[in-house]
């Protein structure tokens, strides 16, 4: 199996249960098993700034599926959540995205897939939470402790954990 770590976010709905589901979703223990689980992070807007916050958190998972195979699975889960790419503001008000942020150290440069993510070290609400779960993971040459310092966390706020 290979380790992975993704990202989900939503500000749609009761994004803290719609995020809880994609989890289950997507960890189904034969292709996809759940390692870790970061605290739920609620987030300012980023990128559209006229919308309500986030709510966001960082997985890290074993799995069997390829890079691609692991993006259409969870394409799949956020269309079931509600998601509509096709029709959606970039940057803008979604029931679920999920981002592969890291695939073991593999990089990919291919059409619709890249790894390591992009735009994770602009980006403070996914490094805080994968801070938790990955705090020594090496990316792009820095420890996920190092980029998190070096970002601007205003305004994000580590949610307690809800009763089960």
């Not at 916050?53 to 959540?81: K, Y």
Request: hydrophobic content about 40%.
């Amino acid at each position: 199996m290979t380790q992975a770590w993704l990202a989900l976010g939503g500000n749609v709905g009761d994004s803290r249960s719609t995020l809880d589901r994609a989890v289950k979703a997507l960890c189904n223990g034969k292709d996809i098993r759940l390692c870790a689980r970061s605290s739920d992070y609620r987030t300012p807007p980023w990128g559209f700034k006229y919308q309500p916050p986030f709510i966001n958190l960082c997985i890290a998972v074993e799995t069997t599926l390829s890079p691609r195979d692991l993006l259409a699975r969870a394409q799949a889960i956020e269309l079931q959540l509600g998601r509509d790419r096709a029709h959606e503001k970039r940057w803008g008000p979604r029931t679920a995205d999920i981002d592969i942020i890291a695939y073991e150290n593999l990089v990919v440069h291919e059409l619709g897939l890249t790894v390591p993510h992009p735009r994770l070290f602009e980006r403070a609400f996914v490094l805080l939470p994968l801070a938790e779960i990955a705090p020594d993971l090496v990316i792009g040459g820095k420890t996920v402790r190092e980029a998190a310092a070096s970002v601007d966390s205003a305004g994000i706020e580590r949610l307690a954990a809800r009763g089960t």
